[in-house]
């Protein structure tokens, strides 16, 4: 079976902290993403990756930055954390016909 | 723009009741289409998917959706619901031709299966 791992299920973190989260896939997808969810939004898309080293924004991706070093990990930073960060971030990775997604990050910034 | 929109932010239906959860979306030419489930505390599990061919596709757990390429609509259905089934739902589209193979997701529509 696929398997997109995030690394943390739930996160609790200060207002002006750096924050990491990784994402890690283990099927040689090239295409990776970040998404945001909230009630009542869907899924955002934040960042997306095609390939190591390339990234694109994606709708939302104000005070957010990614990074791929390496095809089967994609992180997400958040330079400086605010409260309005405070959600849930869920990676995928894609082939044509399907996006496999990890379990989610809950990420609350107080 | 393109868009997706799922109508219903809320559906409350019996065990054993037939559910039918909507989709829309805006776009100039046929896209693919994808339903998925979120249970509590989950990520997304994918129900099922269309890109071309029959209009009726089947899926996992007993789900089928009707793509209508004149209402630009993709419906999910379920003839009898079961407790386990209480979840969250999202329909999800992808514009093909921007070969960035972004997925565009509705709202979704949150599902309570009463005794």
């Known amino acids: 079976d696929v398997k997109v791992t995030q690394s943390s299920r739930y996160l609790v973190k200060r207002t002006g902290e750096k924050v990491f989260l990784e994402c890690v896939q283990d099927m040689d997808h090239e295409n990776m993403f970040w998404y945001r969810q909230d009630p009542g939004l869907g899924l955002r898309l934040i960042y997306f990756?095609?390939?190591?080293?390339?990234?694109e924004k994606g709708d939302i991706p104000e005070g957010y930055s990614v990074s791929r070093e390496k095809k089967e990990r994609f992180s997400l930073i958040l330079e400086s954390a605010s409260t309005n960060q405070t959600s849930m971030y869920l990676c995928?990775?894609?082939?044509?016909?399907?996006?496999?997604f990890g379990q989610g990050t809950r990420l609350t910034v107080v | 723009a393109q868009s997706v929109t799922q109508p219903d932010i809320h559906i409350t239906v019996s065990e054993g009741a037939s559910l039918e959860l909507r989709c829309n979306y805006s776009y100039g030419a046929t896209p693919y289409l994808f339903w998925y489930v979120q249970s509590p505390g989950q990520g997304l599990q994918l129900l099922l998917k269309y890109f071309s061919g029959d209009t009726l596709v089947q899926g996992i757990k007993g789900f089928e959706a009707e793509f209508k390429r004149s209402q630009s609509s993709f419906k999910l259905r379920k003839p009898s619901v079961h407790w386990s089934d209480a979840a969250e739902y999202f329909c999800a589209v992808d514009f093909p031709g921007s070969n960035d193979y972004k997925l565009s997701f509705g709202a979704g529509t949150t599902v309570t299966v009463r005794a």
């Open positions: 990756s095609y390939d190591v080293k390339m990234k």
């Open positions: 995928a990775s894609r082939t044509l016909t399907e996006a496999f």
